[in-house]
């Protein structure tokens, strides 16, 4: 049996009653009262959640800026030292290898945090492809990082309202910390990365501050009810990011890995497109099921702000548009949906 | 949420299903371990009414946010009824899992069957095992 990785924040989840599950290597919590509570904690005020297990790879030198965007899909000359931007690391099939975040920290040094199961392919990828004058490090075991969002989430942090994928070095109750503007359920908030052994304390002190601890569990159906995919079942090394709907992270007049295979799938159109779709009858889509017509849905959840199924599924491009009912095989049982467009839910602020 | 509970005037199904024996018909439902486990529950795929259910058999199926679990019928007969409430209202299993909660109605085939159910004690001495 695999030993499970823990988060410096362990003992403080096990104290609170937290559900604890293996998730990508690590024992996470995937709920403490529930997930249907926390969940609307976030919509409504704020919730706290444990995403040490994400990785942290930092890639440093005088072509640093060169290696990343030769592997990664956005224009990173667009971000200036204290700026962030969503890009996805690509394949030469122009598939997924992961989604991240990149952070412009100085001109010649860039963080990036990705998906806790692809911390070590990432770091592998990147060192593989490294250039002279760039090194690529995986720090991860250096940080902790707690996720704070929804509407209130600045207001209880004591935090000034700043633009989103902005971040600032800075502190909180006495406490250092990278304070980044971005997240993953729509909702306004922020992202502090902190030295692994002030994790603890940060924690105690942004449930003080009265963020709700929420799980994995709530984290999935806040980010699907805003449609933000989940590398690994939405998308991944076999999906392109145009078919994904993710041209919007692609600078196709650059020339990173993969390029050239979406340029021409963009041209030629894809054959199939990542939708939102929503329940009509009482079901719940999940991973894996069958859309009719040659579709498979690839999340799916109950949604608590809607009180009903959703999901994003890949269908025929042509069955792909708002308001197209498709139908969708739960375990035997035929129950329509209808494409919606994204986001299913759409948060009063975005993040 | 309901307090943990057992009432002893129910049997039990080792899959954590309980039925509330009246004469020749029964109801049955989930037990509190049960929905504690699940979750808040926020779907409930009920048989229909007049369908023949088998002992030790999927009758339906509860879900949360995150599980899908079959509903284990802990007798055989056929379902006369089906509790609405809880299909328009899943949660309540949560709040009243004995009471409320109860799932469907049926008329029992074979009574007979009640005698190899658990009597609250017995389950909640599985319980202690697990």
């Known amino acids: 049996m695999q030993t499970l990785l823990r988060t410096p924040l362990f003992d403080r989840h096990v104290a609170?009653?937290?559900?604890?599950?293996?998730?990508a290597g690590w024992e996470m919590p995937v709920q403490y009262e529930g997930v249907i509570p926390e969940h609307k904690a976030v919509r409504t005020d704020c919730g706290v959640f444990d995403v040490s297990h994400m990785g942290e790879l930092e890639v440093e030198g005088p072509r640093a800026q060169a290696l990343l965007q030769s592997l990664l899909s956005n224009d990173l000359e667009r971000l200036e030292d204290g700026q962030a931007q969503y890009a996805l690391l690509?394949?030469?099939?122009?598939?997924?290898?992961?989604?991240?975040?990149?952070?412009?920290?100085?001109?010649?040094?860039?963080l990036l945090i990705v998906n806790a199961a692809n911390r070590e392919g990432d770091f592998e990828w990147m060192r593989e492809r490294e250039i002279?004058?760039?090194?690529?490090?995986d720090v991860s075991d250096e940080y902790g990082l707690l996720a704070v969002q929804g509407p209130r989430a600045l207001e209880r942090l004591g935090l000034p309202e700043a633009p989103a994928f902005s971040f600032a070095e800075g502190e909180l109750d006495g406490i250092a910390c990278m304070i980044n503007r971005t997240g993953y359920t729509g909702e306004q908030g922020v992202e502090l990365m902190v030295a692994v052994e002030d994790a603890g304390d940060l924690?105690?002190?942004?449930?003080a501050r009265g963020a709700k601890p929420a799980g994995l569990g709530a984290r999935d159906t806040l980010r699907l009810e805003v449609c933000y995919p989940l590398h690994g079942n939405d998308i991944g090394p076999e999906t392109d990011a145009i078919s994904a709907g993710l041209g919007w992270v692609c600078a196709l007049d650059k020339d990173f890995t993969g390029a050239d295979e979406l340029r021409q799938i963009k041209a030629e159109g894809p054959q199939r497109r990542l939708v939102a779709f929503v329940m009509l009858e009482r079901a719940i889509p999940r991973e894996g099921m069958a859309i009719d017509g040659g579709g498979e849905v690839t999340s799916g959840t109950h949604s608590p702000m809607l009180d009903r199924g959703i999901g994003l599924g890949y269908v025929p491009a042509d069955s792909g548009a708002p308001g197209t009912e498709l139908t969708i095989d739960v375990r035997g049982r035929p129950r329509r949906a209808r494409v919606v467009k994204k986001p299913i839910y759409k948060p009063e602020e975005g993040p | 949420m309901a307090a943990e509970t057992y009432p002893d005037e129910l049997r039990y199904?080792?899959?954590?299903?309980?039925?509330?024996?009246e004469g020749d018909e029964a109801l049955l439902g989930i037990t509190w371990f049960a929905q504690d486990s699940?979750?808040?529950?926020?779907?409930?795929?009920?048989?229909?009414?007049?369908?023949?259910?088998?002992?030790?058999?999927?009758y339906g199926e509860v879900e949360s946010v995150k599980a899908v679990s079959e509903l284990i019928s802990p007798l055989s007969g056929e379902v006369i009824a089906v509790n609405q409430k809880v299909v328009e209202a899943p949660e309540t299993v949560n709040e009243d899992p004995y009471g409320d909660g109860w799932l469907v109605r049926i008329r029992l085939s074979e009574p007979g069957e009640a005698d190899s159910l658990l009597a609250a004690a017995a389950y909640k001495q599985l319980l202690d095992e697990q």
């Open chain 2, 38 to 58: 699940l979750g808040e529950l926020v779907h409930f795929e009920p048989p229909d009414e007049g369908a023949t259910i088998t002992k030790d058999a999927s």
């Open chain 1, 90 to 110: 690509t394949n030469d099939s122009g598939g997924i290898v992961d989604d991240l975040i990149a952070y412009r920290l100085s001109p010649f040094r860039f």
């Open chain 1, 203 to 207: 924690w105690d002190r942004v449930v």
């Open chain 1, 132 to 137: 002279p004058g760039s090194d690529v490090r």
């Open chain 2, 13 to 21: 199904h080792s899959e954590h299903d309980w039925a509330r024996i």
């Open chain 1, 16 to 23: 609170l009653g937290a559900r604890m599950v293996p998730f």
